[in-house]
Nanobody, 118 residues
Framework: QVQLVESGGGSVEAGGSLSLSCAAS????????MNWYRQVPGKQRELVTS???????YYANSVKGRFTVSRDNAKNTVTLQMNSLKPEDTAVYYC????????????WGQGTQVTVSS
């Protein structure tokens, strides 16, 4: 029902900024909790941030104060603004959508690479 496409990944020097976007298909975007996960090879995929349909946010401790998530329900997009990037932020970032009312309905984007150099 929902297709997610990430964009905005790339390479940046430590201390720099990068903005990731996730575009969702369909007309029920506002019904979904939107999340960003990231994964490094050999490690568990971890939740970076989430934003509810009502705009409440959660951030992993490792990114608090540096990352900001936002959503535009009219445009069916969620954005992850990443500032003060660190080499430890290097990972593949995945957009994830979970239906707020039907929690078994969830979807993953294809992922986008973020590389932060020293």
């Amino acid at each position: 029902q929902v297709q997610l496409v990430e964009s905005g990944g790339g390479s940046v020097e430590a201390g720099g900024s990068l903005s990731l976007s996730c575009a969702a298909s369909g007309s029920t975007f506002s019904l979904y909790v939107m999340n960003w996960y990231r994964q490094v090879p050999g490690k568990q995929r971890e939740l970076v941030t989430s934003i509810s349909s009502g705009g409440s946010t959660y951030y992993a401790n490792s990114v608090k104060g540096r990352f900001t998530v936002s959503r535009d329900n009219a445009k069916n997009t969620v954005t992850l603004q990443m500032n003060s990037l660190k080499p430890e932020d290097t990972a593949v970032y995945y957009c994830h959508a979970r239906h707020a009312a039907v929690v078994t309905n969830y979807y993953w984007g294809q992922g986008t690479q973020v590389t932060v150099s020293s």
